[in-house]
């Protein structure tokens, strides 16, 4: 039973160019969460999803942030026109229901914005 | 709104005991995890609390204390592989799940 799988693992950018990253939770999840974690400090909410639905993206910044999580494929988190700001870790997680209490990370994608 | 805090970092003696505090501050309450994260690594679930009390998993241990809006996480028999950022992290009532900024854990052999 694979893991929550997230890809590419790494991925560098110039500034203004889109990234995108790629997150397949695990068998029989339909609940995926994206975070953003920078060095050195916790994870910071960014979108929850079910299949076909934006349940939250709060955490989301307005603008040139997006995610999908369509009824077939992985979840999508997309960042048009990217900024060095931008640069981090981003984990995606899975749970089976909305239990928030356990979740399965990916391994995450580091985002280099040069 | 939701916070947590935890003390940066944390040094123990391999083979010792040692144990990192949480204490939040919460909007509704949804019980208590606690993550382990290696560098570069991804957070892996180590335990939760949902009630007072301990939880018992193996070397790992996590105690709740809701009236104190208090928690911890206690590892015996410290290992060298221990060494991680270990962070405590609670759901808000939108389903989001708050983090602390994570105490990293040095063992020193």
């Known amino acids: 039973n694979a893991g929550v799988m997230q890809n590419p693992r790494h991925l560098v950018r110039r500034r203004g160019q889109e990234a995108r990253l790629r997150c397949s939770p695990m068998?029989?999840?339909?609940?995926v969460y994206w975070y953003r974690q920078l060095p050195e400090e916790g994870l910071k909410f960014m979108v929850y999803?079910?299949?076909?639905?934006?349940?939250?993206e709060s955490g989301m910044p307005k603008e040139r942030f997006s995610a999908e999580f369509p009824k077939e494929g992985p979840s999508i988190l997309r960042i048009q026109q990217v900024v060095r700001g931008d640069s981090a870790a981003y984990f995606c997680a899975s749970s089976p229901t909305p239990n928030q209490n356990e979740q399965y990370f990916g391994p995450g994608t580091r985002l280099t914005v040069t | 709104g939701q916070s947590l805090e935890q003390p940066s970092e944390v040094t123990a003696v391999e083979g010792a005991i040692v144990q990192i505090n949480c204490t939040y501050q919460t909007s509704g309450f949804y019980g208590l995890s606690w993550y382990q994260q290696h560098d570069g690594g991804a957070p892996t679930f180590l335990s939760y609390?949902?009630l007072d009390g301990l939880e018992e998993t193996g070397r790992f241990s996590s105690f709740l204390s809701r009236s104190d809006s208090y928690g911890y996480l206690l590892l015996q028999e410290l290992q060298m592989k221990d060494s991680a950022s270990y962070f405590c992290a609670t759901p808000n009532s939108n389903y989001q799940l708050i983090w602390g900024a994570g105490t990293k854990l040095i063992i020193k052999p």
């Open positions: 068998k029989g999840h339909s609940h």
């Open positions: 999803l079910q299949k076909e639905n934006i349940i939250d």
């Open positions: 609390n949902g």
